[in-house]
C-alpha cells in the first residue's frame, strides 16, 4: 500500500496490532520496526515486567511474595514513551531505561511474570494503552507473551511468531553477547529454556488462538517477516475502510 494511504487510514480508523512468540523468535525487533514504517506506537511489555522488578527490588520486597509484588504494582509510578527506536522508562522521577536491563531484573522476572495478579494488573494497563493510542487516531504495536489471548483479543491484526529452538537460541546470544560464539550460546540456553518453563506455566504463547495469524521466521529474513506483518496490517485497513465507507 502506499505509505501516504495507509496513513490516511490509520489516523482515521486506527490500529492495533498484538504480537506474540517465545523468547528468541524476533518478536521485539520486528515489532519495533513495523511501528516505525506505521508510524504508530509501540509498547515493551517486557519493559513493564522489567520496571516492576526493579521497583520491588528498590523497595526491598522479595519476589516470591506475590501477594506484596501484586500489591506493589499498584503503587509503581510508570512512566513508558513508546518510540519504536528510543523508547525511555521511567519510574516515578528516576529514568531505569538502562537498569532494568541488568542481569539482577532478568534473574528476578519469573518470579514476576508468572504472579497472576501481577499478569492481570498488567493486562488491563497494557490494554489501556492500546486501545487509548487507537482512539487517538494512531496506533500501538504490543509484543509479549499473551497479548493475542489476554491483553488484547480484539485486536486488529494478531500474530504469533514462531522459529525453531536453535535459531531462538541463536538470535537471543547474539541480541546479548553481539556474537554466537558456542560458550556464549550455552550461557544462553539455561535463561532462555528457564524463561520459557515459566512462562508456560500461565500463557499457552506456543499455540495460536482462532483468528491469530503464525508467522514462522526460522528460514526469513527480518525485513521479510516485517513485510509479512506490514501486509496483514494493510489488509485489515483496507478491509475497515469499506465497511466504514
Same mark, same amino acid.
Request: hydrophobic share 40%.
Given at each position: 500500500?502506499?505509505? *501516504?494511504?495507509?496513513?490516511?487510514?490509520?489516523?482515521?480508523?486506527?490500529?492495533?496490532? @498484538?504480537?506474540?512468540?517465545?523468547?528468541?523468535?524476533?518478536?521485539?525487533?520486528?515489532?519495533?520496526?513495523?511501528?516505525?514504517?506505521?508510524?504508530?506506537?509501540?509498547?515493551?511489555?517486557?519493559?513493564?515486567?522489567?520496571? %516492576?522488578?526493579?521497583?520491588?527490588? $528498590?523497595?526491598?520486597?522479595?519476589?516470591?511474595?506475590?501477594? *506484596?509484588?501484586?500489591? %506493589?504494582?499498584? &503503587?509503581?509510578?510508570?512512566?513508558?514513551?513508546?518510540?519504536?527506536? #528510543? @523508547?525511555?522508562?521511567?519510574?516515578?522521577?528516576?529514568?531505569?531505561?538502562?537498569?532494568?536491563?541488568?542481569?539482577?531484573?532478568?534473574?528476578?522476572? +519469573?518470579? /514476576?511474570?508468572?504472579?497472576?495478579? /501481577?499478569?492481570?494488573?498488567? @493486562?488491563?494497563?497494557?490494554?489501556?494503552?492500546?486501545? &487509548?493510542?487507537?482512539?487517538?487516531?494512531?496506533?500501538?504495536?504490543?509484543?509479549?507473551?499473551?497479548?493475542?489471548?489476554?491483553?488484547?483479543?480484539? @485486536? #486488529? /491484526?494478531?500474530?504469533?511468531?514462531?522459529? #525453531?529452538?536453535?535459531?531462538?537460541?541463536?538470535?537471543?546470544?547474539? &541480541? !546479548?553477547?553481539? #556474537? $554466537?560464539?558456542?560458550?556464549?550460546?550455552?550461557?544462553?540456553?539455561?535463561?532462555?529454556?528457564?524463561?520459557?518453563?515459566?512462562?508456560?506455566?500461565?500463557?499457552?504463547? !506456543?499455540?495460536?488462538? +482462532?483468528?491469530?495469524?503464525?508467522?514462522?521466521?526460522?528460514? %526469513?529474513?527480518? $525485513?521479510?517477516?516485517?513485510?509479512?506483518?506490514?501486509?496483514?496490517?494493510? *489488509?485489515?485497513? %483496507?478491509?475497515?475502510?469499506?465497511?466504514?465507507?
Amino acid at each position: 500500500m502506499d505509505p *501516504a494511504r495507509r496513513a490516511e487510514l490509520i489516523s482515521r480508523l486506527g490500529t492495533t496490532v @498484538a504480537i506474540d512468540g517465545p523468547a528468541g523468535s524476533g518478536k521485539s525487533t520486528v515489532s519495533r520496526r513495523v511501528a516505525e514504517q506505521l508510524g504508530i506506537g509501540y509498547l515493551d511489555t517486557g519493559a513493564m515486567y522489567r520496571s %516492576l522488578t526493579w521497583f520491588a527490588l $528498590d523497595r526491598g520486597v522479595d519476589l516470591e511474595d506475590r501477594r *506484596a509484588v501484586a500489591a %506493589l504494582a499498584d &503503587e509503581l509510578p510508570l512512566r513508558m514513551d513508546s518510540h519504536p527506536r #528510543d @523508547a525511555h522508562v521511567w519510574v516515578g522521577q528516576r529514568e531505569v531505561t538502562g537498569e532494568i536491563r541488568q542481569p539482577r531484573i532478568a534473574l528476578g522476572i +519469573p518470579h /514476576v511474570s508468572t504472579n497472576l495478579d /501481577v499478569r492481570h494488573w498488567m @493486562a488491563r494497563d497494557q490494554r489501556r494503552r492500546m486501545m &487509548e493510542a487507537r482512539a487517538t487516531g494512531s496506533g500501538m504495536v504490543a509484543e509479549g507473551r499473551d497479548i493475542t489471548t489476554v491483553v488484547c483479543p480484539d @485486536a #486488529d /491484526v494478531r500474530v504469533l511468531l514462531v522459529a #525453531d529452538a536453535e535459531a531462538r537460541l541463536r538470535r537471543r546470544t547474539l &541480541e !546479548l553477547f553481539g #556474537d $554466537d560464539t558456542p560458550e556464549h550460546v550455552e550461557q544462553v540456553r539455561a535463561q532462555v529454556e528457564e524463561r520459557d518453563r515459566a512462562d508456560s506455566t500461565v500463557s499457552e504463547f !506456543l499455540e495460536p488462538a +482462532p483468528g491469530v495469524h503464525v508467522i514462522d521466521s526460522s528460514t %526469513l529474513g527480518i $525485513d521479510e517477516v516485517v513485510q509479512a506483518v506490514i501486509d496483514l496490517v494493510d *489488509a485489515d485497513l %483496507l478491509r475497515r475502510a469499506e465497511t466504514d465507507a
